[in-house]
């Protein structure tokens, strides 16, 4: 099957496995698992992080985000459609008792600066201490433009607020602009990214950050029962991830494109791919129901989540040969 879902789907490849067969491993709640110990230095260094800590997802890694920086009856500001906002659970609210405070996000994915100084709370007994802005990069598959960075980092500092980069997809961002991650990470005091969606690894995040947060957070992750014992046996497909699997992003950038393309030829189809866009392809169907092709799709061998747009997500496990077959369904769909 063809998947284009999410980039969640992704399956640990052979040479993926063996390096996890051949993993070191200790119990990492004593500190003594060698393997996540390489991986948390590594991700640290790529990032130009002080510190990394291993978890076990982004939504965990959001979490541990907010509780670094925040604590109860504190505030965090994100985009009313950030991931942290809208498909977490709402557990950065329940579990760190700070309260979200939202801004509209833009159509490039920014939360526009003068918008979040406007929700930014005086420091009186009247308000809650606002402590947090947390932006998301890649945010609906597009890069932030680089420029918006050091302006909203700056805007945080005036006000004495931390930053946390909801970087699920930060390599794409990276890939996209070809610029070293480290670049965009810069501007954020915590990071958290995604092991587990194009880079290919089965399980896992990273939080990243100043040293003093990431003890706090990794305090919270033990409260929050999220402490693993040998977890080098997953460490070691993020380290495979790391050194293997960020440069083929640019295969899935180039999928994606191809994709648009492919499907802009089409009549009936609105397709949204815009110039900061990484590995998403956004299609609304004009005059057909969106389950319809769902079904159709899987009977040809893809599977597709219905929606309108519909997100059609590129990966490690499409190839530009699938991206063909995916366009030629389309087509036979459309004409039906
Ligand atoms: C996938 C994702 C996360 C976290 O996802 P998990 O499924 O918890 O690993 C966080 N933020 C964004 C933007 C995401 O796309």
Request: proline content about 3%; charged content about 20%.
């Amino acid at each position: 099957m063809i998947d284009l879902r999410s980039d969640t789907v992704t399956r640990p490849s052979l040479s993926m496995r063996e390096a996890m067969a051949a993993a070191e491993v200790g119990d990492d709640m004593y500190g003594e698992d060698p393997t996540v110990n390489h991986l948390q230095d590594l991700a640290a260094e790529m990032m130009g992080k002080e510190a990394a800590l291993f978890v076990a997802s982004g939504t965990q890694g959001n979490l541990l985000g907010v509780f670094s920086h925040c604590e109860r009856g504190d505030e965090f500001i994100l985009g009313a459609r950030a991931h942290t906002f809208w498909n977490e659970g709402g557990g950065a609210t329940v579990l760190t008792g700070a309260q979200p405070q939202t801004v509209p996000l833009e159509d490039d994915g920014t939360l526009d600066l003068d918008a979040v100084e406007s929700v930014i709370k005086p420091r009186d007994i009247h308000h809650t201490r606002t402590k947090l802005l947390a932006l998301e990069n890649t945010i609906g598959g597009q890069a932030l433009p680089l420029k918006y960075l050091p302006r909203a980092a700056e805007l945080a500092r005036r006000y004495g607020l931390g930053t946390h980069l909801d970087g699920a997809r930060v390599f794409n961002a990276a890939i996209k602009q070809e610029i070293n991650v480290s670049e965009i990470t810069q501007h954020f005091d915590t990071v958290s990214f995604c092991l587990s969606k194009g880079l290919g690894a089965p399980v896992g995040s990273i939080l990243c950050g100043k040293r003093e947060l990431i003890k706090r957070a990794h305090r919270w992750r033990k409260t929050i029962g999220g402490a693993m014992r040998q977890v080098g046996l997953l460490a070691a497909a993020g380290i495979y991830a790391l050194e293997n699997n960020v440069s083929k992003l640019a295969e899935d950038h180039r999928n994606a494109s191809v994709l648009a393309s492919g499907l802009t030829a089409l009549q009936g189809l609105e397709i949204n791919y815009s110039k900061s866009q990484t590995n998403m392809v956004f299609m609304s169907l004009r005059n057909h129901d969106s389950h319809k092709l769902v079904d159709f799709a899987r009977e040809n061998g893809i599977l597709l989540h219905a929606g309108n747009p519909m997100r059609l997500v590129l990966h490690l496990d499409v190839s530009a040969r699938d991206v063909n077959h995916v366009v030629t369904m389309m087509e036979s769909f459309l004409a039906c």
